[in-house]
Nanobody, 116 residues
Framework: QVQLVESGGGLVQPGGSLRLSCAAS????????MGWYRQAPGKQRELVAG???????NYSDSVKGRFTISRDNAKKMVYLQMNSLKPEDTAVYYC??????????WGQGTQVTVSS
């Protein structure tokens, strides 16, 4: 059974930082593409960042230079370091995984609220 469990969300002031973590189980983590999507109220879910098995990364234009995705294959963890947070970053953040057979898996999401 595949499980992706996010943690690290919360309330932060504009300009602050948060680090999201995602613990994976039930997948061959080292060959999976991992990443984060987010969904704000009334908006479509959007890709925030992804990292493939070769550690190549991609980011949405809205977070480039502020967010950094990383992975630890030994711990089966993926992280999203978020700096210089803005109110428009407020959303539920979802961890996802895609295996080489194009099966995708999702976590339950963690709320990030950026507000003064």
């Amino acid at each position: 059974q595949v499980q992706l469990v996010e943690s690290g969300g919360g309330l932060v002031q504009p300009g602050g930082s948060l680090r999201l973590s995602c613990a994976a189980s039930g997948i061959i983590f080292s060959i999976a593409t991992m990443g984060w999507y987010r969904q704000a109220p009334g908006k479509q879910r959007e890709l925030v960042a992804g990292i493939n098995a070769g550690r190549a990364t991609n980011y949405s234009d809205s977070v480039k230079g502020r967010f950094t995705i990383s992975r630890d294959n030994a711990k089966k963890m993926v992280y999203l370091q978020m700096n210089s947070l803005k109110p428009e970053d407020t959303a539920v953040y979802y961890c996802f995984s895609v295996d080489p057979f194009k099966n995708d898996y999702w976590g339950q999401g963690t709320q990030v609220t950026v507000s003064s």
